[in-house]
């Protein structure tokens, strides 16, 4: 089972740019890699997914801000955030799951731990 570690979280001011990173300990080339975020107080939500084809999927919140994207290589894929605002404070996950549907991810086989994005001024 793929082991995934995210990196790239810390503090930023409104309107500022995080990139974030999801390694994978071995091959994810057949896996789609979610994003989820989870607030302080809310449920965990999936924000973005690119399967192995690369093809995206952004929740409305995000789209136009932020980018996903994959080196299969390199085993990682990337969040790259942009015009971050104090509403997208929350530790951020990513997942290996089995592909992308018309709602995102779809089972999720395995987690990293987190990463926490601040935005404040």
């Known amino acids: 089972q793929v082991q995934l570690v995210e990196s790239g979280g810390g503090s930023v001011q409104p309107g500022g740019s995080l990139r974030l990173s999801c390694t994978a300990s071995?091959?994810?080339?057949?896996?789609?890699i979610g994003w989820f975020r989870q607030a302080p107080g809310k449920e965990r939500e999936q924000i973005s997914c690119i399967n192995h084809g690369k093809n995206p999927y952004y929740v409305d919140d995000v789209k136009g801000r932020f980018t996903v994207s994959r080196d299969n290589d390199k085993k990682v894929v990337y969040l790259q955030m942009d015009s971050l605002k104090p509403e997208d404070t929350a530790v951020y996950y990513c997942?290996?799951?089995w592909g992308l549907g018309y709602e995102g991810c779809y089972g999720m086989k395995s987690w990293g731990k987190g990463t926490l994005v601040t935005v404040s001024s």
């Open positions: 997942a290996a799951a």
């Open positions: 071995d091959d994810m080339d057949y896996y789609a």
